[in-house]
């Protein structure tokens, strides 16, 4: 059978997490050149990830009819099955 969890176990998890969090949240608030610098690229990595969904909500489609190959046969689109037969061996 098992074993129920031990709640000790969890709650130092959760003690640990919440000190993380508080730690955090003091550094977040200190005007330190290094938390600066974390605002900055924090700040940054958020608008390219916010600009790069728009733009694949916007060419997504357009991208992706671009690069997909139009055909019957093969798995990939138009690409044979097999390989050509090369008559020099």
Same mark, same amino acid.
Request: proline share 5%.
């Given at each position: 059978m098992?074993?129920?969890?031990? !709640?000790? !176990? @969890?709650?130092?998890? %959760?003690?640990g997490f919440v000190s993380f969090l508080s730690e955090f949240v003091d550094d977040w608030l200190a005007n330190d050149m290094r938390v600066s610098i974390f605002k900055i690229l !924090?700040?940054? @990595? %958020? %608008?390219s990830l916010i600009a790069i969904h728009f733009a694949w909500r916007v060419y997504g489609n357009t991208v992706n009819d671009m690069y997909y190959r139009q055909g019957t046969s093969g798995q990939n689109g138009g690409t044979p099955d097999t390989a050509p037969h090369r008559s020099g061996w």
């Open positions: 098992e074993e129920p969890w031990d !709640f000790e !176990f @969890l709650s130092r998890i %959760v003690d !924090f700040s940054w @990595l %958020v %608008v």
